[in-house]
C-alpha cells in the first residue's frame, strides 16, 4: 500500500474495506477499519501527530477534534465520522499518551480510579484494582443489561460485585450517590447477599426474612443474624430436595407394571385401554413430571470464614415455621 499504516483486505464476501494500525514504544496497535484508503490513512496520520506531538486532549474534546480535522480535509458534515477514528479508539490513544500504559478496551485512567466508556454517554466508574480484569474483558450492553464474556459465558456486571441474580434496586443493593453507573466498592453497597435473605423491621428490631421459590414463595422464617438465615435457606433447599426424591421414588414404585391390560371402557364404540401408570396418575392426581413435581437444584448459600463444625452447629438448630413445616409433611 502507499498510504503509511494502511493495510487493504476482504470480507467473507469479497468486499474490500482497509484496516489502519501504528506502531508505539514497541506495541503495534489497531486503529480500526475503514471503507476507503483515505480514511484509514488520515486515522493513521492522526495517531502518528498526537503520540509524536505535545498536544494534550480530554475525552470530551472528541467533538472538536473530529470537527476541525474534517474541516481540513474538505469532508462533508454527514460523513465526518467515517474519515476520522472511531470514539473507542480515540479513548485508548488519549490514555495511552497520558499513562503509558496501552488498555484495548475504552479505559481512561484517573489515579485511584478509571472511567471505561461503553460509549460517548455512558460511563462507568471503577476502582484502580479492577484495571487489569477490565482492560481484558469487553463490556457490552443490551437492552440496558451491562454484561461481559468470561470463557465462552456471559457474565451479568453486577454479579462481579457479588450482586445475586433478580436482586432488586433499592432493596438487595443501593448505590450511595445515586449514580447507578459507579461501581466503585465505596459507593456500592449490597444489603442482602445471600440467595432467599432479605432485611426487614419487625415491631422495630432487625430480621432477617427467608424464603423459597417451589410454585410460589414459601416462608421459611424470621432469623436475628444473616448468617444463620443463610445457612437456613441450604436447609430449606436440601428438605424440599429430599421430599421432592421420596415423592418421585414413591410414584415410579407404584407404576412398575408390565404394558399389560388392566382396565377397560366402553367409550361409545371405542375402547380405551388404561394402564396402571395411567391409573396411579389419576389417584395422585398427576404426573411427577409434571409442574407439581418438578423442581431444580437451588442454588445454596455460601458462608465464609466458617467451619464445618460451626455450620453444622447452626444447621441443626434451624427451626422452620410452621407453615413450611406443614407443606414438607404434606408432600
Given at each position: 500500500m502507499?498510504t ?10 469479497g ?13 503495534h ?16 496520520c ?21 470537527s476541525?480535522r ?10 465526518k ?12 490513544l488519549?490514555n495511552?499518551?497520558k499513562?503509558?500504559?496501552y488498555?484495548k ?6 489515579g485511584?480510579?478509571f ?10 466508574k ?47 443493593y443501593?448505590?450511595?450517590n ?18 432467599g435473605?432479605?432485611q426487614?423491621?419487625?415491631?422495630g ?13 414459601l416462608?421459611?422464617?424470621?432469623f ?20 421432592v426424591?421420596?415423592r ?5 414404585k ?28 389419576k ?6 413430571k409434571?409442574?407439581k413435581y ?13 467451619s464445618?463444625?460451626?455450620?453444622i452447629?447452626?444447621?441443626e ?15
Amino acid at each position: 500500500m502507499g498510504t503509511s499504516g494502511v493495510f487493504k483486505t476482504n470480507k467473507k464476501d469479497g468486499t474490500t474495506y482497509f484496516r489502519a494500525s501504528i506502531t508505539y514504544k514497541e506495541k503495534h496497535i489497531s486503529l480500526g477499519s475503514f471503507l476507503t484508503e483515505e480514511a484509514a490513512g488520515a486515522a493513521y496520520c492522526f495517531a502518528r501527530e498526537y503520540l509524536d506531538g505535545e498536544q494534550e486532549y480530554l475525552p470530551e474534546d472528541y467533538e472538536k477534534v473530529i470537527s476541525v480535522r474534517c474541516k481540513k480535509d474538505g469532508s462533508a458534515n454527514r460523513n465526518k465520522e467515517k474519515k476520522f477514528i472511531k470514539y473507542d479508539k480515540w479513548i485508548m490513544l488519549l490514555n495511552l499518551k497520558k499513562t503509558g500504559m496501552y488498555c484495548k478496551n475504552p479505559i481512561y485512567l484517573y489515579g485511584k480510579y478509571f472511567i471505561y466508556y461503553l460509549d460517548r454517554t455512558t460511563e462507568l466508574k471503577f476502582d484502580a484494582d479492577q484495571l487489569f480484569f477490565f482492560s481484558n474483558h469487553r463490556l457490552q450492553i443490551r437492552g440496558g443489561h451491562i454484561f461481559y464474556s468470561d470463557y465462552g459465558m456471559q457474565c451479568g456486571l453486577l454479579s462481579r460485585f457479588g450482586v445475586k441474580n433478580f436482586a432488586v434496586l433499592g432493596r438487595d443493593y443501593v448505590f450511595k450517590n445515586g449514580d447507578i453507573l459507579d461501581f466503585r466498592y465505596g459507593n456500592l453497597e449490597i444489603i442482602n447477599k445471600f440467595n432467599g435473605v432479605s432485611q426487614e423491621f419487625v415491631q422495630g428490631r432487625k430480621k432477617f426474612f427467608v424464603k423459597i421459590h417451589f410454585r410460589s414463595d414459601l416462608k421459611v422464617g424470621y432469623f436475628d443474624d444473616e448468617i444463620t438465615a443463610a445457612i437456613a435457606y441450604n436447609k430449606a433447599a436440601d428438605s424440599l430436595e429430599e421430599a421432592v426424591r421420596r415423592r418421585k421414588s414413591e410414584f415410579a414404585k407404584n407404576t412398575k407394571t408390565t404394558n399389560v391390560e388392566c382396565k377397560m371402557l366402553s367409550l361409545g364404540s371405542k375402547k380405551t385401554t388404561i394402564s396402571a401408570k395411567h391409573l396411579n396418575e389419576k389417584r395422585w392426581g398427576t404426573d411427577y413430571k409434571s409442574r407439581k413435581y418438578y423442581y431444580r437444584k437451588w442454588k445454596r448459600n455460601y458462608v465464609e470464614n466458617m467451619s464445618k463444625k460451626d455450620y453444622i452447629h447452626i444447621y441443626e438448630g434451624v427451626c422452620f415455621a410452621e407453615s413450611f413445616t406443614r407443606f414438607l409433611e404434606k408432600m
